[in-house]
């Protein structure tokens, strides 16, 4: 029997297309469905990753914000309001896992944005200095996988500090504005990340949120992409590359006419193939499969339909697993009416269908 990697071995060689001793694990459920994994017979004092088996990793990130004051406004026994460093006024539900209402934005226009770039100086001080010191030599002794985040890119911008409408119309009447945007905020976080690079607190992979698309398709076309948005991706990924960084895009939607200026951009993964937009596993396998780690594309609605999710798994996985170059995931984060049996039956399948020996 092949001695076990751990999951920086394992994660290596699935990013170097290289068949691993098995599948990586790794999911998102939300707050409410591990509370009712809880209540169905999750172990109280035992992570959902340690239970599943997910791979073990630590996470790098850094303060690129304005850092305006985050004030709370108000708060109920449902939902709580306040702004964000970012200027952004939020409402957050309590008792359900959501996407943020957002209110109010501070950053609006040209002059409103610039009041905000000038805030935005890669001091010592964005970076968890003392987090690193005590969990880096421990993640690296332990065979962990360690990413780092950064924070730019359309989506950034559109759902978080500027407001979606505002941002697509921006992207055709004010291209410059959104360029500028997106490469300030690359700026300073990659120069965040060198700080911790050159101390000595290395890491693996440079992943990010940049969601190009919703269920019909890219938010732009593929023009606007290429004027506005990927100069900055490949920016990122020429950075990752010359440290031997990886470089996991995740991007909600269905952008199957934005691959081949992904991977020219210098991408190493996407994730997370969603399924119920209209991104095919097997098809992008099939075509960019040499050229892309995939992680995800298991269809969330067929986890709780016993009748379904033993052949999701087992089409998906036989084919994905080939040559290495997938990580499982769901097609992006498992809901509260998976129940803790139907995700007990989905991982046992994944596990099943995913050996490799």
């Not at 340690?50 to 708060?75: A, C, M, Q, V």
């Not at 009041?115 to 969990?135: I, S």
């Not at 298991?298 to 998906?316: F, W």
């Amino acid at each position: 029997m092949p001695r076990e990697m751990s999951s920086y071995e394992r994660m290596k060689c699935v990013y170097n297309h290289e068949t691993p001793d098995r599948l990586p694990l790794t999911d998102s459920p939300w707050g409410t469905t591990v509370a009712r994994w809880r209540r169905e017979g999750l172990p109280a004092d035992v992570s959902v990753g340690d239970f599943f088996g997910f791979e073990k990793s630590g996470s790098i990130g850094t303060d690129n914000s304005p850092r305006y004051p985050s004030e709370l406004i108000e708060e109920t026994d449902e939902y709580v309001i306040r702004t964000t460093a970012w200027g952004a006024t939020m409402k957050n539900w309590k008792k359900a896992s959501s996407t943020p209402d957002f209110l109010d934005f501070r950053i609006k226009d040209r002059s409103s944005w610039d009041e905000a770039r000038a805030r935005m100086t890669p001091t010592e001080d964005r970076v968890n200095w003392a987090h690193l010191e005590k969990n880096h030599p421990i993640w690296r002794q332990k065979g962990y996988w360690i990413q780092a985040g950064a924070w730019f890119g359309y989506d950034v911008f559109a759902s978080w500090h500027v407001g979606t409408e505002r941002m697509l119309i921006a992207m055709v009447t004010d291209p410059e504005w959104c360029k500028d945007m997106i490469e300030h905020a690359l700026s300073v976080s990659l120069e965040l990340l060198s700080m911790v690079w050159d101390r000595g607190y290395t890491f693996d992979c440079l992943s990010f949120p940049d969601d190009l698309g919703y269920r019909n398709g890219p938010f732009f076309s593929p023009q606007t992409y290429r004027q506005v948005v990927k100069p900055a991706h490949k920016r990122a990924c020429d950075w990752a590359h010359d440290r031997g960084v990886k470089v996991m895009l995740h991007s909600c939607g269905n952008i199957m006419e934005l691959l081949p200026d992904l991977i020219d951009a210098g991408f190493d993964g996407l994730n997370p193939i969603e399924t119920k937009a209209g991104m095919d596993l097997i098809g992008i396998k099939k075509q960019y499969g040499s050229q892309l780690v995939l992680q995800g594309g298991i269809d969330v609605r067929a986890m709780s339909q016993s009748d379904q999710i033993e052949e999701e798994v087992r089409e998906k996985v036989t084919v994905a697993k080939e040559e290495g170059g997938y990580i499982y995931h769901s097609d992006h984060s498992v809901p509260d009416n998976v129940s803790f049996a139907d995700y007990c039956r989905v991982i046992a399948l994944v596990k099943h269908y995913g050996r490799y020996h």
